[in-house]
């Protein structure tokens, strides 16, 4: 089965600038999270979806930050404009529902640097 | 509010040794706790989860509601065990599960 796909791998922006990431869930998986993991952090969530309703966004910076999930299946998230503190690894995952012991899968992350 | 609180960034351990990774948690209810590991070069992925009760990979980890802990444990060690491993409590919050991750503990496994 494929696994959690994200993309780009790597960016690197100036501060002020625009960046979009891109994450394919797990075919079938009905939630879908965004985490921003700062080094040495553990990774905190941005927001989940269920389906292409948003569940939980009470983190994401939304004076920049946005994201969407318009079929229920991928997801892009936006920053919009950049600032130095956004450098981080942002990553994906997806669970077949958002029920207490479900397990997460995990993308391979985006590494954003911002200068 | 829950929290989840690894207070160890770093375990140094020997090859052979016992390994016990802390994780206590602030959760009113009853929460479903999880441990997560990284390998090097490698995606975020279960390890373990409390209600499964299972030994992975010599690994197991017991909640203890009386003292809100759910400590990872390895009799013993292994080099390919080094990896940073985070503890991951899932607790019901307006109506939905939310998941809060602690900040990790590196282990490191000296040959």
């Known amino acids: 089965e494929a696994g959690v796909a994200q993309s780009p791998r790597y960016k690197i922006i100036e501060k002020r600038q625009s960046v979009a990431f891109w994450c394919n869930p797990i075919?079938?998986?009905?939630?879908l999270y965004w985490y921003q993991q700062i080094l040495g952090q553990g990774p905190k969530l941005l927001i989940q979806f269920q389906n292409n309703g948003v569940v939980d966004d009470s983190q994401l910076p939304k004076d920049r930050f946005s994201a969407e999930r318009l079929k229920g299946v991928d997801s892009t998230l936006k920053i919009q404009p950049a600032k130095l503190e956004d450098s981080a690894v942002y990553l994906c995952a997806s669970s077949l529902v958002g029920s207490g012991g479900t397990e997460q899968f995990f993308g391979p992350g985006t590494r954003l640097t911002v200068l | 509010a829950q929290r989840v609180t690894q207070p160890e960034k770093l375990l140094s351990v020997f090859k052979g040794a016992p390994v016990e990774l802390k994780c206590n948690y602030s959760?009113?209810?009853?929460?479903?706790l999880f441990w997560y590991v990284q390998y090097s070069r490698q995606r975020l992925q279960l390890l373990l989860r409390?209600?499964s009760r299972e030994s992975i990979k010599g690994f197991t980890a017991d909640l203890n509601k009386g003292e809100t802990s759910f400590h990872l444990k390895k009799p013993f060690a292994q080099e390919e065990d080094s990896a940073m491993y985070y503890c991951a409590l899932s607790g019901l919050s307006g109506g939905y599960q939310k998941v809060t991750f602690g900040i990790g503990t590196k282990l490191q496994v000296i040959p």
């Open positions: 409390h209600i």
């Open positions: 959760y009113s209810g009853s929460p479903e």
């Open positions: 075919s079938g998986h009905a939630t």
